[in-house]
């Protein structure tokens, strides 16, 4: 379970949505078994989504961010419903790319290709944004989805710290927007913060808490907590959304199917469950 916690300044001028969501990160790479490049891509992706749906003012909104990429990582896919985030990388055993500095090249793995948003509130038809991607570093991507497709000036910061077993000793990340009432003066504090601000799994490495990140990065502004929303990584596939899914494919599928008369054995991208499928019951 991940906390987001929700700031403001004392003139009401920005919102800041910050997390520390390891257990989030570490969660889905115990489900898909995945290697560091994987690990630290998907976690970014996860965080990035969740603190996006904690933005959300409707509860029933479906959040769903995909990237599709050239890279080794063949793509991710995250959603976020209900207080849960989900998500996979198309290779989660891509092999290790290191930058000159020593830091995992997320970038390089992902490669040239599209970020695609949609938000599904139930209602006729679900709002729909794709663009290309800026770096493949996920967070400056999403800044650019937020400046370009919603219009709101942003800064967005993820990141995900493995640790030699593999497994993830750090992660996190923030959102902060812009009121479209904001002051230059504000305006020119918080790039100055940000400016300055180290990396935020550097910063979790420190032990600061969300709220000392979130007093970093409001330095000067006068922060003030609003709410915090939780959000965690959990998957809620059925076997009965899988055979109304294998029903609904065309009238010669199903057949030819149904004539090799033997279980079938699907597996949920998101969880890695398998579930065992009988003929009779896909004839209901």
């Given at each position: 379970?991940?906390?987001?916690?929700?700031?403001?300044?004392?003139?009401?001028?920005?919102?800041?949505?910050?997390?520390?969501?390891?257990?989030?990160?570490?969660?889905?790479?115990?489900?898909?078994?995945?290697?560091?490049?994987?690990?630290?891509?998907?976690?970014?992706?996860?965080?990035?989504?969740?603190?996006m749906y904690c933005m959300e003012k409707s509860e029933r909104v479906k959040l769903t961010v995909q990237i599709k990429g050239s890279g080794s990582l063949g793509g991710l896919?995250?959603?976020?419903?209900?207080?849960?985030?989900?998500?996979?990388?198309?290779?989660?055993?891509?092999?290790?790319?290191?930058?000159?500095n020593g830091k995992l090249d997320i970038s390089g793995g992902i490669g040239q290709g599209t970020l695609s948003v949609v938000k599904d509130y139930g209602l006729k038809e679900p709002y729909t944004s794709q663009m290309q991607l800026v770096s493949g570093e996920i967070a400056e991507d999403l800044t650019a989805y937020f400046a370009g497709s919603e219009q709101t000036p942003s800064a967005v910061a993820l990141g995900v710290l493995v640790d030699v077993d593999g497994s993830v000793k750090q992660a996190g990340g923030f959102i902060v927007q812009l009121m479209p009432f904001a002051a230059e003066e504000?305006?020119?504090?918080?790039?100055?913060?940000?400016?300055?601000?180290?990396?935020?799994?550097?910063?979790?490495?420190?032990?600061?808490?969300?709220?000392?990140?979130?007093?970093?990065?409001?330095?000067?502004?006068?922060?003030?907590?609003?709410?915090?929303?939780?959000?965690?990584?959990?998957?809620?596939?059925?076997?009965?959304?899988?055979?109304?899914?294998?029903?609904?494919?065309?009238?010669?599928?199903?057949?030819?199917?149904?004539?090799e008369d033997k279980p079938i054995t699907v597996e949920c991208h998101f969880c890695d469950k398998k579930y065992e499928i009988r003929p009779e019951e896909l004839k209901g």
């Amino acid at each position: 379970m991940s906390v987001a916690e929700i700031y403001s300044d004392a003139k009401k001028e920005l919102r800041l949505y910050v997390t520390d969501a390891r257990e989030v990160a570490e969660e889905a790479r115990r489900v898909h078994h995945s290697l560091p490049l994987a690990t630290a891509a998907l976690g970014r992706l996860l965080i990035g989504a969740g603190l996006m749906y904690c933005m959300e003012k409707s509860e029933r909104v479906k959040l769903t961010v995909q990237i599709k990429g050239s890279g080794s990582l063949g793509g991710l896919l995250v959603t976020a419903e209900d207080g849960c985030v989900k998500g996979y990388t198309i290779n989660p055993e891509a092999e290790v790319l290191i930058k000159e500095n020593g830091k995992l090249d997320i970038s390089g793995g992902i490669g040239q290709g599209t970020l695609s948003v949609v938000k599904d509130y139930g209602l006729k038809e679900p709002y729909t944004s794709q663009m290309q991607l800026v770096s493949g570093e996920i967070a400056e991507d999403l800044t650019a989805y937020f400046a370009g497709s919603e219009q709101t000036p942003s800064a967005v910061a993820l990141g995900v710290l493995v640790d030699v077993d593999g497994s993830v000793k750090q992660a996190g990340g923030f959102i902060v927007q812009l009121m479209p009432f904001a002051a230059e003066e504000t305006i020119a504090a918080l790039e100055k913060n940000i400016a300055g601000l180290p990396a935020v799994t550097s910063l979790l490495e420190q032990g600061l808490t969300t709220e000392a990140i979130a007093e970093r990065v409001l330095a000067g502004l006068s922060p003030e907590k609003l709410d915090e929303k939780m959000f965690r990584y959990h998957c809620n596939c059925q076997k009965e959304r899988f055979i109304r899914a294998i029903r609904g494919l065309s009238k010669q599928e199903l057949e030819e199917i149904l004539a090799e008369d033997k279980p079938i054995t699907v597996e949920c991208h998101f969880c890695d469950k398998k579930y065992e499928i009988r003929p009779e019951e896909l004839k209901g």
